[in-house]
């Protein structure tokens, strides 16, 4: 791995190799695009952790945005508030 993301409490980077050779992957055709964004590693008490996003996870969409590589995850958040967004929201919103 050449390159990875810390976001919001969570170690992001494109598959390493292990994960390709196995076909891990959240889409059946591994377009030229690539599968995703991997999750490699997410730190106790973080926003990741709070939203249940653990290591061995995909991340193929923010916002209702696809995201098939680490470039289209930075497009994606491009802007985001992450420190103005309650993890609770969802649940609030669902009648919870």
Known sequence: TSRHLLCAGAQLQEPHRGVRELGYSPYSDDS?????VYVSRWHTGSPAHRYGLYALHWVTHVNDMPVRSLDGFLQAVAGTDWRTRDPN???KKDGA
């Open 32 to 36: 030229e695009e690539g599968p995703g």
């Open 89 to 91: 929201d969802d649940e």
